[in-house]
Every structure is written in structure tokens, then in C-alpha cells.
């Protein structure tokens, strides 16, 4: 069992408080245990931070890109131990573990790109003698708070932006899996940052109101539930930082009748499975539009699902493996009772899975819910497991009218071969980022991440441009100088005229 710590200055600090248990899903064994950072140790872990922060905003935008072109040679080398950590410690397979990291590195390759990204405007002229010109500064101390579902490419997605632009950062990883962002942050001093510049304080609601009304922390960054990622906004926003906070989701996929079906149905239970539901953009609701379109889609749906293989982090055939906690298992299970509760037709029931030989492990099966209405709690909320609903709808425009009236933004697709419709769509749902016969929508660094509606609280998305707009505050200068020298000298001589 290893005993974990936090990660300030450069080296790891052992917890004075409270620790939780943190556990391996797919034994359900304790595989270590964590510290509860107490608001003592969240001011040292800021002050640390703050302390380390001028020297480095003072080193030039290409020294500091060089650190991540270290930094990523590490991660890369180490890619393998590191998804090992991270599939053991979250649950998912290890092949996804590394689309986990590889998402998050990819935003730190972008980074690389901050001498470019950071310069600012000039305009020469601007009236007579007058030059005006802005200029990025950072911020000072960046926080970040993440969730347990991407415990690489979320603390990532934060950390390399906010420190790239010359920010020190305080990461607050989930307390449930947060070995990977301890031995990311510790691969980034490795590389040549500077102790203090990435803090890692683990800990869990006093860690994080400690960070939210810590008067040194400029930015919070925050990632999870949408009932927390408002109160971490509200909260936020009343100690006068800025704030970006990502919440839940509710991702629909509308399959029109003219879509290839064979190509639907392998992205739905891909992104409706993978990672057993538990990402932010999962695939949660299919709907297909027509009766006939429900049919072939039911058709070649059910087998799909009950032949989904359910298997160990470690074992490279399996479709996905356990969920995150005992706790969340039994919540799962919960929604799944009451979906029949409410109504909906359970065609396939996950729920008895047990894996031979790690029966304490928080596994379970597939399930697929058909005839969901949209008056159902389980259409309504947010599951977070590997549970698909089904709402049929009998036209384009009811399907469109569907997700724009869900409470939740975050990603949708739409598979077609029709490109008039699959337009049409782009242009009008009210949700961040839309698929065309694509099943998770995630933009890739150079583009913006962030959702509408109740699954994003805030303006600026998380990396691409936004990213650096989010981490730095701008200047602009308006300069004028009174004549000088070159007006005092003549090289002409000297007449009485
Ligand atoms: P969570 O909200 O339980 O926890 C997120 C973070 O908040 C953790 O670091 C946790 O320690 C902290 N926290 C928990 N309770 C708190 C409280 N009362 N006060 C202050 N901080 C608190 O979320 P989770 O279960 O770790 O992650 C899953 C959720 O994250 C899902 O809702 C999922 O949709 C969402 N998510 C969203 C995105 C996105 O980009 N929109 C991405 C990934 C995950």
C-alpha cells in the first residue's frame, strides 16, 4: 500500500491531517492512502508558489517552452508506467489510460507554442507620436481542482497553459486517483521547472475552500459536477478571481434515417461504454429519428451491448473496466432501478456482472434503457456509468428541440449523410461541441474545450487560445515622448539667418 503526499516546492511533503483511502476498482483492495490537505498546508503549498512565481515569469517565454519539450520526452518515455498507474488507480483500460495522457500532452506540445501565443499587438502611429501597444502578463498563482475521470489530461489541460504563460500553479487532484498528477508534476521539475512552480495539495471540499478564498490564488480553474462547479464559481468569482468551472453532461446522439447504421452503432457503444460511461463526453442518450430508424438501430444495438466484454485495467481485450468507487457502483445501480421504476424498458441489465476471481471489484455490465422520455429522472440526470438511454423521436426538428432543452451542454453528435442536415444541426443546437458522424466531439489542443449551458460556469474554455487569454491579464500602453535629442543636434553649421 503506498502512502501518498502532497507535492510542494519540488519534492513530496508528507500530509499532517486526515487521509482517505484510495483503491484499486478492479480488486476493490486499498492501494494507498491520501492526505487531507489542511488550510495550513494549502497556504504553504500558495506560498511556495507565489514565492517561486517572479523568477519564473521573468524567464523568457522560450526558456520556459523548453521545459515541456523536456517534459514531454519524459512522459513519453515513461508512457508506459504511467498508464499502468493510472488504469490501476481509476479503473479504465490501460489502452485508454493512454489516450488519457497522450490528450493531455497534446496540450502541453501546443504550449510549446507560448512565445508565439504570448506576444502582444502594436500599432505604430496610432496618432501623432503616439504608439500604443499591449502586452501578457501572468496572473501569479493559477489553482486548478479536477476531477477522477481524467486524472492526466485534465490537471494538464490547466497546468501546462497556466504555467507557459509564466503563472505558478497549485493543482487539487481528485482524491480519488491522484498518483498520475503527483508524477506528472514531479516529471515537470525533472524537466528543469523550478521548484514551486507546480504544486500538487491533495485533499478534498477544506482543501479546496481554503484555495477558493486564499487571497494569493488569482484563478481557479475547476472541473467536475455541476451542483460544485457553481458554488467553486459563485465562490470564486466573490474573492474577485477569475473562474472557469466545467460541469456535468447529458451527450445525445441523433441518428438520422439516412445514417450509416453499422457506423452508428459501433460509435454509440464505443462512446456510450468506453471508460464504463464515465467521461464528460460519453454518449448517454441515443436518438434515433423514425420509427424504422429505431428499429434497425435496436436491432443491431442489444447484441452489441450484451456482448460488450467487461474486463480488467490490465487486460488489453477488454471493452472497459470497472467503475470508480463502491460508492458510485451502488449509485449507477440505483438509476438503473429507477429507470424501470419510471417506466423505461430495460433490454439489457448489467446490474448481477461479477468478474471471476475479483468479485470485490466495482465491475458491472452494460445497460440499455429503450422508450426514455424526457420527463424521466434518468434522461434528466447525469448517470455516469455505462447505462445508454434510448428516447425515440419521430423528426429532425423534435430531436433538435430535445437537446436544446436539456439543462446540459456539453457534447452531441449527429450521424447523417446528408450534409444539409448535418449543417443545419451544427448551426443551431445549443451545445459547445457537436460531432458530424463523430461520437466524442473532443477539439484537439489548438481548438477550445468547453461546454454551454449548466455544463460550463464562465466565459473562456479550457486550452487553445482561450487558454492563454484565461492565464494572462492584458496591457495596453499608450506611449508618447516629448521631442528629444534629435531635434537638440544639427550637423548643418551654424548660421545667424
Ligand atoms: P466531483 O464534482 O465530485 O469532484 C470534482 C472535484 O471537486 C474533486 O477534486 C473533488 O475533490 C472536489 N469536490 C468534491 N466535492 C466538493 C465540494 N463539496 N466542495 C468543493 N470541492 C469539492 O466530480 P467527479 O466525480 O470527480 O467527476 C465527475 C464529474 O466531472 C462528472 O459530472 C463529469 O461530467 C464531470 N466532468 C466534466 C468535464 C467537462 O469538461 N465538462 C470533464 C470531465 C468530467
Not at 111 to 130: H, M, Q
Not at 267 to 281: F, I, K, P, Q, T
Not at 395 to 411: I, K, M, R, W
Amino acid at each position: 500500500m503506498s502512502e501518498l503526499a502532497h507535492f510542494i516546492g519540488g519534492r513530496r511533503v508528507q500530509g499532517a491531517g486526515r487521509h482517505v483511502d484510495v483503491y484499486e476498482p478492479m480488486t476493490g483492495a486499498v492501494a494507498g492512502r491520501a492526505p487531507m490537505a489542511t488550510p495550513a498546508e494549502v497556504r504553504a503549498a500558495v506560498e511556495n508558489a507565489r514565492d517561486a512565481q517572479p523568477a519564473w515569469a521573468a524567464t523568457n517565454p522560450q526558456r520556459r517552452a523548453r521545459v515541456f519539450l523536456k517534459f514531454l520526452e519524459l512522459a513519453s518515455r515513461e508512457m508506459d508506467e504511467l498508464a499502468t498507474i493510472l488504469a490501476r488507480e481509476h479503473g479504465k483500460t490501460v489502452a485508454d489510460a493512454r489516450g488519457d495522457l497522450q490528450r493531455g500532452l497534446e496540450v502541453v506540445e501546443f504550449c510549446v507554442g507560448a512565445p508565439y501565443l504570448l506576444r502582444g499587438g502594436f500599432t505604430d502611429s496610432a496618432g501623432p507620436g503616439i504608439d500604443t501597444y499591449s502586452m501578457r502578463q501572468p496572473l501569479g498563482v493559477a489553482a486548478g481542482i479536477t476531477p477522477f475521470n481524467f486524472p492526466a489530461m485534465i490537471p494538464l489541460w490547466m497546468s501546462a497553459p497556466a504555467i507557459a504563460c509564466g503563472n505558478a500553479f497549485v493543482l487539487k487532484p481528485s482524491e480519488r486517483d491522484p498518483s498520475t498528477p503527483l508524477r506528472l508534476a514531479e516529471l515537470m521539475i525533472e524537466a528543469g521547472l523550478p521548484p514551486g512552480v507546480f504544486n500538487v495539495v491533495n485533499g478534498d471540499k477544506e482543501a479546496v475552500d481554503a484555495l477558493l478564498d486564499d487571497g494569493d490564488v488569482k484563478s481557479i480553474a475547476f472541473v467536475g459536477s455541476s451542483q460544485i462547479a457553481e458554488y467553486v464559481y459563485a465562490r470564486a468569482c466573490a474573492h474577485g478571481k477569475r473562474a472557469q468551472c466545467f460541469g456535468a453532461a447529458k451527450n445525445h446522439m441523433v441518428i438520422m434515417p439516412d445514417a450509416d447504421m453499422g457506423q452508428a452503432v459501433d460509435a454509440l457503444v464505443g462512446a456510450g461504454y468506453g471508460s464504463a460511461g464515465e467521461r464528460c463526453m460519453a454518449i448517454s442518450v441515443a436518438v434515433p429519428v423514425g420509427e424504422a430508424t429505431a428499429q434497425k438501430l435496436m436491432e443491431q444495438l442489444v447484441p452489441r451491448v450484451e456482448s460488450l466484454k467487461i474486463g480488467l485495467s490490465t487486460d488489453p481485450s477488454a471493452d472497459f473496466g470497472p467503475l470508480i468507487s463502491k460508492a458510485h457502483l451502488a449509485r449507477v445501480n440505483d438509476y438503473v432501478a429507477l429507470g424501470v421504476e419510471e417506466g423505461a424498458k430495460l433490454l439489457v441489465d448489467g446490474r448481477g456482472f461479477k468478474m471471476q476471481g475479483y468479485e470485490e471489484g466495482f465491475f458491472m455490465g452494460g445497460c440499455l434503457f429503450d422508450e426514455v422520455t424526457p420527463r424521466m429522472r434518468i434522461y434528466r440526470e447525469e448517470i455516469f456509468g455505462p447505462v445508454l438511454s434510448v428516447v425515440r423521436t419521430n423528426a429532425y426538428e423534435e430531436a433538435l428541440g430535445l437537446v436544446d432543452s436539456h439543462e446540459y451542454g456539453n457534447g452531441v453528435a449527429i450521424f447523417t449523410r446528408d450534409g444539409d442536415a448535418a449543417r443545419d444541426f451544427a448551426s443551431r443546437v445549443q451545445v459547445g461541441m457537436v460531432g458530424v458522424n463523430v461520437p466524442i466531439p473532443t477539439p484537439l489542443a489548438y481548438y477550445t474545450f468547453g461546454g454551454w449551458k449548466r455544463s460550463a460556469f464562465g466565459d473562456l474554455n479550457q486550452h487553445g487560445d482561450d487558454a492563454f487569454r484565461f492565464y494572462t491579464k492584458t496591457k495596453t500602453v499608450t506611449s508618447r515622448w516629448p521631442s528629444g535629442v534629435k531635434e537638440g543636434a544639427s550637423f548643418v553649421i551654424p548660421t545667424m539667418s
